[in-house]
């Protein structure tokens, strides 16, 4: 791996920290989903997994190991490789707002499933439904998220990345 591909998985790795932290206030509101989208649009498949490792390595180190952490091993990459599949076909912003709105919506429902693993479906059971008012707030937010910035950040990463020189 080259110098310039793990200074760049590092500092888009810091920009989901930062982005995380910033909008952790605000519940179920979050930016790591549209992220996640553009970064694997402009960077590709392996520099967006790779920088999910980092991440999600970096979460634990912040926030202390959790069972949730290991979904996050799971789903950032599930994230990814849905928007590498769908980049071929998605010509707009709106269909990645479609993607990101479903993976809002069913965000708790899949840990409800990861954490039946561990705990049993008698616990998964009742963390989503308790959860279900979260998802749709998840949802429509990355909707939002994602149909208003997704054209402007995109402008601005590809001319930095034509600027930097980063194939």
Known sequence: MKAKDITLI????????AGKFVLSA????????????IYT?????????????VFTTTEILIYGFGTWLLGYYILWPIL???????????????????VAAIFGFL?????????SLFYG?????????????????????NFIIVLV??????QTIQLAKKKMHIM
């Open 121 to 141: 479906i008698g616990y998964a059971i009742p963390y989503w439904i308790r959860g279900i008012p979260f998802d749709i707030i998840h949802g429509v937010s």
């Open 149 to 154: 910035l997704y054209k402007p950040l995109t």
């Open 41 to 53: 649009v402009i960077f590709g498949l392996k520099r967006s997994i790779l920088t999910s490792v």
């Open 80 to 98: 990814i490789l849905i928007t590498h599949v769908l980049k071929r076909t998605i010509n707009s912003e709106y269909g990645f707002a479609i």
């Open 107 to 115: 965000f708790g429902l899949f840990f409800a499933l990861f954490e």
């Open 10 to 17: 590092a500092i888009l790795s810091a920009s989901l920290t």
């Open 26 to 37: 605000v519940p179920n509101v979050e930016i790591i989903t549209f992220l996640f989208i």
